[in-house]
């Protein structure tokens, strides 16, 4: 007898990575149109808790309209004797999977950034209240974990007891993220690594260490620990530091050797500290993309919840198209909001003195953690829309990449008109490669400029054959 037979839908690993499209959901709960939405998992003492209650507080699913987003909590309380403060996260972040197993339900990030959909086909065959998928998280929870004893499930979608928990849930998050800010790579024997997302990321290897937490945000090096040694068989697991091959770009042998073997031979070298090179491969979970903006030399930030386009034109979605995947995309790099705030933080690419741009709420949550000297030089998108506002910003700030940029040549000229052509003016102004004869096509003139502050992003020289004027 299957343990989930009076589930009105199959449950099993063949549906984890199922995505569900907007035309396909029946509606959905939290995602970049909900600001608060969460879960949670707490230890509690057995007499706290109920074993296999499943509460909902607020609208069931049958209470719901078609197609619309609501907020959701996610409380997971277990109890029992080996059940510790310590493996909260590390049950926390099996939430993700396990919701995943259920077909017609897709589960996307953590935290206080997860998504979920049900899809129209699992509605119709009669999931029609989160009481079923209270059930299947327990069961799963009981076989993966036998160290628990007791666990209740509690649903919260009452949009005002949502916003209550939610400030809660964001307190402990803090609480635990703090945790391991003191500790440095250098003092621990061993890395951990985490491959929960290789369902939606087949190449991505997640490498853990006290200075650079998981990139969903929500596994530090403790939680990591934690799960190697609860769940020897899952996907957290114990990462040999190896040969320290490079300290600045953050390269150890034994990290190297566990990414080629768990990826199946598609990454063979992981520079732990850039995104150039050879950097961190990227899932699709991660709370925030790093990329290159080109026009400026230097690095944005944006997170999963901006709205709008990035400095760069692009939208979040764009780039995490470009980004996730499990692939080793330089220039692009998925990271967790908190690894902002490491010593290690892009140390290899010049870390926050190549930091250019971030959206606002994140410069809020990390300001912390800039440098004094550069709060006041990293825009946001309250001060530029756009590459070439931010290249007159980083200018008028005097930020630190502005060092880095190759000094402007004076470029002599002068605008002469040759007969048979009128209206040629005597000023004339607009960007070129310096230092390069310009030829312009037309019959009839000519243009030769003079005292020009000429510019390049780019600059190509191709040999043109002169041809004699008949």
Same mark, same amino acid.
């Given at each position: ?26 509606? =959905?709960?939290? @995602?970049?149109? /909900? +600001?608060?939405?969460? &879960?949670? !998992?707490?230890? %509690?003492?057995?007499? *706290? ?27 997971? =309380?277990?109890? @029992?004797?080996? /059940? +510790?403060?310590?493996? &909260?996260? !590390?049950?926390? %972040?099996?939430?993700? *999977? ?373």
């Amino acid at each position: 007898m299957s343990m989930f037979e009076d589930i009105p839908v199959d449950v099993g690993v063949v549906y984890e990575g199922e995505r569900i499209r907007g035309k396909e959901m029946q509606f =959905e709960f939290g @995602g970049p149109n /909900i +600001e608060q939405k969460f &879960e949670l !998992v707490q230890a %509690r003492d057995m007499k *706290e808790i109920t074993d296999g209650k499943v509460i909902i507080d607020g609208p069931d699913l049958k209470d719901l309209e078609e197609g619309k987003s609501y907020p959701i909590g996610i409380l997971v =309380e277990a109890a @029992g004797k080996e /059940i +510790e403060k310590d493996l &909260e996260a !590390v049950l926390e %972040r099996r939430v993700h *999977e396990f919701i995943n197993f259920v077909e017609g339900f897709m589960h996307l990030n953590q935290r206080y950034d997860l998504w979920m959909r049900l899809s129209k086909g699992s509605y119709k065959k009669g999931f029609n209240t989160l009481e079923y998928l209270g059930k299947v998280l327990i069961r799963l929870y009981k076989s993966e974990f036998p160290i628990i004893e007791k666990i209740q499930i509690t649903f919260i979608t009452d949009p005002k007891k949502v916003s209550g928990w939610y400030k809660k849930a964001l307190d402990i998050y803090e609480a635990r993220d703090a945790r391991a800010r003191g500790m440095k790579d250098e003092d621990v024997e061993e890395f951990y690594g985490c491959v929960l997302c290789q369902s939606f990321a087949p190449s991505h290897v997640c490498i853990i260490t006290p200075q650079r937490i998981s990139l969903c945000g929500a596994i530090n090096w403790f939680d990591a620990r934690a799960a190697a040694r609860v769940d020897p068989k899952g996907p957290n697991f114990l990462v040999p530091k190896g040969e320290l091959l490079d300290d600045v770009h953050g390269e150890y042998s034994g990290a190297n050797e566990v990414a080629k073997q768990r990826s199946l031979g598609e990454v063979e070298r992981v520079w732990l500290y850039s995104m150039f090179g050879h950097p961190h491969t990227s899932c699709g979970c991660f709370e925030a993309i790093a990329f290159y903006i080109p026009e400026v030399d230097g690095v944005g930030v944006v997170d999963r919840g901006y709205e709008g386009t990035a400095v760069n034109g692009l939208a979040f979605s764009t780039m995490a198209n470009q980004t996730g995947g499990g692939k080793q995309v330089e220039g692009f790099n998925g990271i967790a909001i908190e690894y902002m705030r490491s010593p290690r933080f892009l140390q290899a690419d010049r870390g926050w003195n190549r930091v250019v741009w971030l959206p606002s709420n994140v410069k809020e949550k990390v300001l912390d953690a800039i440098p004094e000297e550069l709060k006041d030089k990293v825009a946001t998108e309250k001060d530029v829309t756009n590459t070439a506002e931010l290249k007159q910003f980083l200018k008028e700030k005097g930020h630190p990449v502005v060092e880095q940029w190759p000094a402007e040549v004076e470029a002599e000229a002068e605008v002469v008109a040759e007969a048979g052509y009128e209206g040629v003016p005597s000023e004339y102004s607009f960007q070129l490669p310096a230092g390069i004869p310009v030829g312009v096509p037309g019959e009839g003139f000519q243009l030769v400029f003079k005292n020009v502050k000429i510019k390049a992003d780019k600059l190509i020289i191709r040999r043109k054959e002169e041809t004699k004027r008949k």
